[in-house]
């Protein structure tokens, strides 16, 4: 399963698209979305959910009301992931979903690393394919950065399991 936080961007993304508008989630729908990650709720079953309740939406009489919430798909998602467990009854697939937590398998680790790898090499080629003055204010950006990185880096390979929402927070700081 996706990370944690491209588990709540997809979905919100998602909602928004079926929406056909830009609203902003409330915090009855990010707790829902918490809700379902805890419950463990595969992101492709909850996406599904929304696809079902705006189809259904779109089958009513009045066509002039929006879905406003994404508490309005929740019986849908629901519905959804029952289906869901159903097909996966005696499976083994089942029993590897809920041994692995979402966002903490080795495979999220590497992939993180080996995109902060790239980063920094990217920077530092960069430096030198597009020569700048030593004492451009840009030399110590990209310096900076890459030490940022490489730092992060470091954190992320000896931490057990990483807080991807304070990881997130410090990238966005950085760009």
Request: one cysteine or more.
């Amino acid at each position: 399963m996706e990370n944690y936080f491209n588990y709540y961007t997809e979905i919100e993304e998602h909602f928004q698209k079926r929406r056909g508008t830009l609203a902003l989630l409330s915090p009855l729908d990010w707790s829902l979305i918490e809700s379902f990650q805890s419950a463990g709720i595969p992101l492709e079953i909850i996406l599904r959910g929304i696809d079902c309740a705006f189809e259904k939406r779109s089958k009513a009489r009045s066509k002039t009301q929006k879905i406003n919430s994404l508490a309005y798909c929740t019986q849908a998602i629901l519905a959804e992931y029952e289906r869901h467990q159903e097909s996966l009854a005696g499976s083994s697939s089942q029993i590897e979903a809920k041994s692995s937590p979402v966002g903490s398998s080795e495979t999220d680790k590497a992939n993180l690393l080996q995109l902060l790898d790239k980063a920094c090499d990217l920077l530092m080629r960069s430096q030198v394919q597009s020569p700048v003055p030593p004492e451009s204010p840009l030399v110590g950006v990209i310096e900076d950065t890459v030490s940022s990185l490489q730092a992060i880096k470091t954190e992320i390979s000896t931490c057990q399991h990483p807080d991807y929402e304070h990881l997130e927070m410090r990238l966005s700081r950085m760009f």
